[in-house]
Structures are given as C-alpha cells and as structure tokens.
C-alpha cells in the first residue's frame, strides 16, 4: 500500500506552513488562505482550514533504513523529541517490527513519526536532511468504540487490505497495510502512543494505492 495525498484540516494554517517550510525544511506550498501542501518524497501532506475546532492526527513518514540515529540528531536542533519510559530513550525499538522510530509534535498537536523500516532495505548513504522523508508510511484512523470491528472490516473488504503480517489485531489496536504503508486503526480516547494524548475523530481525507488501483478513503 502506498500512501499518495493525505489531506487534514487544521486551526493553525499559517504557524503549520512556517514550520514544515523553514524548520523542518520541506517543500510546501500555499495554495490559497485555506490550505497549503506539503511535499514528503512520494506522498502530499494537505492541511485545509479548520474553523472553530483544534484537530489532530497521527501520521508516520518513512525514512532509509539506517538514518535512524541521524534522523533524531537532526530533529533534536528542531524539535522536543517524546521520550518513551519502556524504552527508556527517545528512539522506539519495534522489534516485532524490525523497525525504529522517533516521535514529536508539530505546532497543531498532530503526532508526527518518523521510522526507519529495516526490511524496506532502502539505506542511503547521504546525509541525513528532509530530503530523505521518502513517503507517508502511517495514517492513524480513529473510530467510535462501539463501530471499531465494523470499520475494520469494512476498511479491509472495501480496499483490498489486509493485516499487518508483523502486528497481530489487538482490541484496541490494529494495523492494516505493509511496511511501505499502513493504517493504523484505534478506537476513540484511546491514548496515541507514545502520548497521553487521547484519539479524537477528525475529517481527513487519504489517497492512496493497494493491489494496482487508486482509492479514495475520507473518514
């Protein structure tokens, strides 16, 4: 699965422009007063304008495998890094996974991850800058608790998606897609790792490709 445009609102516009431009250094583009794109390697990061409400989502972007060090030097002159007391550091150590993260928050909320992914096999041998974020590699869905086994199912049988063969479905916990992209499914007020944040249900909109087609997913 390949996560092409992921599109979600904000109350913050301006300060989210500013800061994925000038500190995190990627391309962004100002669309009109109500919305500005996001470049990420091969995927469109879309925030539009939200009125009268703070919304915010989690979202993973894929990295080359071995710049996982790098990647949290990096960010460390940027931005507070979430510290994670199971794994007593600030680099997450998914070993089921075969895959390390870093975790921190933009100015809108939204928890942003960035994860080197081993089995990918894509190491570089540049520096590391944002011009290695290669793709959006998760997007987090949240869903009233009393609908979550029904919008997994329907998610899977509509899209032509499956579980994640490294993560087996949890009850409060799932992930659909493969290592180059992923869903990740949690029902609402369930805390967003590693945060003590809990999820909200907030309009997006996701494009993307599973089995050779292009969807169009809006939740």
């Known amino acids: 699965m390949r996560v092409k445009k992921l599109v ?3 109350a913050h516009l301006k300060t989210l422009e500013e800061f994925y431009s000038l500190v995190l250094q990627l391309h962004v583009q100002s669309i009109d007063d109500a919305e500005i ?5 091969d995927s469109d990061l879309v925030f539009i304008k939200a009125d009268h409400r703070e919304p915010f989502y989690h979202f993973a972007i894929n990295i080359p495998a071995n710049k996982i060090e790098q990647a949290k030097t990096w960010l460390t002159a940027k931005v507070e890094l979430l510290w994670m007391d199971d794994y007593k550091s600030d680099i997450a150590d998914f070993r089921n996974w075969n895959a390390k993260s870093v975790y921190f928050y933009d100015p809108a909320g ?15 041998n540049e520096s590391f800058s944002s011009k290695q ?23 899977i049988s509509s899209y032509f998606l499956s579980y994640f063969s490294k993560q087996p479905p949890l009850p409060q916990f799932r992930a659909i897609g493969d290592d180059e992209g992923l869903f990740v499914l949690v029902p609402e007020k369930r805390d967003w790792y590693p945060t003590k944040k809990p999820a909200g249900i907030f309009p997006m909109t996701v494009e993307f490709e599973s089995e050779g087609k292009n969807f169009r997913l809006e939740a």
């Open 110 to 124: 939204n928890i942003v991850e960035l994860i080197a992914r081993f089995d990918l096999r894509n190491e570089s």
């Open 37 to 41: 794109k996001v470049t990420m390697g």
């Open 8 to 10: 979600l609102q904000t």
């Open 133 to 155: 974020f290669i793709s959006i590699s998760e997007v987090g869905l949240v869903f009233k608790a009393r609908d979550f086994e029904q919008k997994n199912a329907e998610l």
